[in-house]
Structure formats: structure tokens, C-alpha cells
T-cell receptor, first 111, second 115 residues
Framework: GDSVTQMEGPVTLSEEAFLTINCTYT??????LFWYVQYPGEGLQLLLK?????DKGSNKGFEATYRKETTSFHLEKGSVQVSDSAVYFC??????????FGDGTTLTVKP | DTAVSQTPKYLVTQMGNDKSIKCEQN?????MYWYKQDSKKFLKIMFS???????INETVPNRFSPKSPDKAHLNLHINSLELGDSAVYFC??????????????FGEGSRLTVL
């Protein structure tokens, strides 16, 4: 079946540090790939997405590239802020409409 | 106007009771979902409905019964609550089959605590 594996957390960084959260996936066909963010006490919200190979999704300084050859969708940000502290989920959605989520990575950014 | 709204936000109840969570979306989406998030933040899909028809039914105890009276509403009823049912339950919607599914829009969650 489909699966998403993302870097285990928690991750603690200082403000302005570089962030990478690794994500790899297994799926049949050509899924769409997503990063969702969950701030404390809230539901998940879309951070960025990519729908086909070599697409780059970007938003709020975060970016991720759909790499079919390595089945990866790593999340990066050049300079994190305290307000980026949250749980980040990598996910895929198949053409049949089923979404599979990674286990989430908790990021804490310290001033 | 909240796109995906679910009520109640908090439920505290005793083992063995029955409870319901309601969800409504005003995005005009065709597909709605229920997800369960445990204390470690793991997110698992439970059910999905497309235009009122069940399309995804993961391995969930029979005590959980979803109902979709129309495509804008998806409710979750839980019978004979157990301690292990304590979690945050998220409703979500997406454009559905016609819209290529796409991203999920989540509600704020309903935190269920079973004592």
C-alpha cells in the first residue's frame, strides 16, 4: 500500500537556522504531494503542494520539489522564525482520492 | 465564515456512553473525511464520503458510524465509548473526484476524552 516516511522529530533549531525535513513516499501511479502544517490547538492547513514530477511548491519561504527518481519531497526553509514552530506533515493523495500522511515532525524554533 | 466547521470542540464523557460529532463544509466540495489524531500526533483516515456515498472505510471498529445526510455534512457517531477512543477527531473536505481531489481542508478538531 501507499506510505509516507518523514524525518523523526522533534527538531529544535535556533532562529534564522536552515531547516530540512526529509520525506519519502511509496505509491502506485502518480500521486500529488503535500506539506501540511499544524499550529498548536489548530487543524492542519496546507503549506505547499506539487502535483507532478519536478514541480516545486513554495509558500511563506518554505519550498519542496517533487523528485520522482528518489520518491522524495523534502521540505526546506532558509531561515526559520519562532512563529514556524509547529508540527509538519508530509502527505500524498492518489488519483483515487486516498490521502496518506507521514507521522509528523515537531519543529521548535528558539529565539 | 469557517470553511469546515465541526462541533463540539471538546467532549468529555464516561466509558460506555454514546457521542456524536458534527461536521459541515461550505466550500461546495464533493468529498468529506474523518481522521483520528492520537496523542503522538499520528493521523489516520477513518472514513471518506463522496457525494454522500462511502468511498473509504478503513479498519475502524463497528462502534464508529459515519452519516452523510448531504454532501455538505458528515457526522460521526460513536457507540459504547472506550478509553482508547480518546483522541482529536478531524473532519476534512476536498474538491473530490471531479476536482482531482487536491488538497484537504481541515476543521479545527474535536477533542474527545473518555474517562
Amino acid at each position: 500500500g501507499d506510505s509516507v516516511t518523514q524525518m523523526e522529530g522533534p527538531v529544535t533549531l535556533s532562529e534564522e537556522a536552515f531547516l530540512t525535513i526529509n520525506c519519502t513516499y511509496t505509491a502506485t501511479g502518480y500521486p500529488s504531494l503535500f506539506w501540511y502544517v499544524q499550529y498548536p490547538g489548530e487543524g492542519l492547513q496546507l503549506l505547499l503542494k506539487a502535483t507532478k514530477a519536478d514541480d516545486k511548491g513554495s509558500n511563506k519561504g518554505f519550498e519542496a520539489t517533487y523528485r520522482k527518481e528518489t520518491t522524495s519531497f523534502h521540505l526546506e526553509k532558509g531561515s526559520v522564525q519562532v512563529s514556524d514552530s509547529a508540527v509538519y506533515f508530509c502527505a500524498l493523495t492518489t488519483n483515487a482520492g486516498k490521502s496518506t500522511f507521514g507521522d509528523g515532525t515537531t519543529l521548535t524554533v528558539k529565539p | 465564515d469557517t470553511a469546515v466547521s465541526q462541533t463540539p470542540k471538546y467532549l468529555v464523557t464516561q466509558m460506555g456512553n454514546d457521542k456524536s460529532i458534527k461536521c459541515e463544509q461550505n466550500l461546495g466540495h464533493d468529498t468529506m473525511y474523518w481522521y483520528k489524531q492520537d496523542s503522538k500526533k499520528f493521523l489516520k483516515i477513518m472514513f471518506s464520503y463522496n457525494n454522500k456515498e462511502l468511498i473509504i472505510n478503513e479498519t475502524v471498529p463497528n462502534r464508529f458510524s459515519p452519516k452523510s445526510p448531504d454532501k455538505a455534512h458528515l457526522n460521526l457517531h460513536i457507540n459504547s465509548l472506550e478509553l482508547g477512543d480518546s483522541a482529536v477527531y478531524f473532519c476534512a473536505s476536498s474538491p473530490g473526484l471531479a476536482g482531482g481531489f487536491g488538497e484537504l481542508f481541515f476543521g479545527e478538531g474535536s477533542r474527545l476524552t473518555v474517562l
